[in-house]
């Protein structure tokens, strides 16, 4: 039996999964469509990729949730469903985990803004959230991942969802780009350290860095460095494979899963105790850092 998510985090250095998006369209999903909702209508397609991260070496397995918010949902008239995807999400990823490794429950931006800049008031989006965490939390997940956020307003109101609903940890994850001069701010403005004491201030247990538009393993290293200059929270890190590319209507990713594989271990000297990876990254990718982290730990 696994021990919970947090006391896991202050043993060892556990490794998540990779992008879930890039194996979803691999395995039939249209460019656009909705993920989520297969879930429910496929489970077996999503329970085939979860299973080859599992097989890779994962500790821990992010949900098919990201965008299943009602709001991002409404696009593809599934916002009905939102609950039940939620938690459908969790139970394939509990039942490809069993009861020896983590499930983490995904909750990605809604995909608009908040009012004045929006439509959206925090009411709204405060119960839609809400919806998310209890779905994840009833389907099995160990904490919740409010994962790709680039507003502190937004990743608040994620945080306080799931504290009303549920007593999992909560992993607060922002999404940053490089700036010209140097550093790194997310799309609204927000800096590393800024975003590690706000995150520390709103409670959640675990702060994060995944995804960012051109920024690597390296880059996020550095962020992690200043999480860490600020904050002694844990602190997970995500990265993509490096700069996307469209070739022939694809979006490729670089970061070959040896270069990235390489690498690792700066994640982990910077003040990483969870890494895994986002866009790009694939089960290979993830098998070659499970190599990597088990000789560092082994030296």
Request: aromatic share 6%; with cysteine; glycine share 12%.
């Amino acid at each position: 039996m696994r021990a919970c998510f947090m006391e896991a985090v202050a043993k060892r250095v556990l490794l998540g999964d990779g992008a879930m998006g890039t194996m979803l369209q691999q395995a039939g999903l249209d460019g656009g469509g909705c993920g989520e909702a297969w879930n429910v209508d496929a489970p077996e397609k999503v329970t085939a990729i979860q299973c080859q991260y599992a097989d890779a070496g994962s500790d821990c397995l992010i949900t098919n949730s990201f965008g299943a918010s009602r709001f991002r949902l409404s696009l593809h008239g599934e916002d009905a469903r939102d609950f039940e995807l939620n938690r459908a999400a969790a139970l394939i990823a509990r039942g490809v985990m069993g009861d020896d490794r983590y499930v983490l429950g995904d909750i990605g931006p809604f995909g608009g803004f908040l009012e004045p800049l929006g439509d959206t008031t925090r009411e709204e989006l405060l119960d839609a959230f809400m919806t998310q965490a209890r779905g994840l939390a009833e389907g099995g997940a160990d904490s919740i991942i409010i994962e790709t956020m680039t507003s502190l307003e937004e990743l608040g109101c994620a945080v306080e969802a799931a504290r009303k609903v549920c007593s999992l940890p909560v992993i607060g994850s922002l999404a940053f780009d490089r700036i010209l001069g140097g550093g790194y701010r997310t799309m609204m403005g927000v800096a590393p350290a800024q975003a590690a004491r706000a995150m520390e201030a709103m409670g959640v247990d675990v702060v994060a860095c995944n995804c960012g538009t051109g920024i690597g393993i390296l880059d996020h290293a550095e962020i992690v460095r200043e999480f860490r200059s600020v904050t002694a929270l844990p602190i997970m890190a995500q990265p993509n494979a490096g700069q996307p590319e469209l070739l022939d209507d694809r979006v490729v990713y670089h970061e070959t899963p040896d270069r990235m594989a390489a690498s690792v271990s700066v994640l982990v000297d910077a003040g990483a105790v969870v890494v895994g990876g986002c866009c790009g990254t694939t089960p290979e990718h993830i098998r070659l850092f499970r190599a990597a982290l088990d000789r560092r730990a082994g030296a």
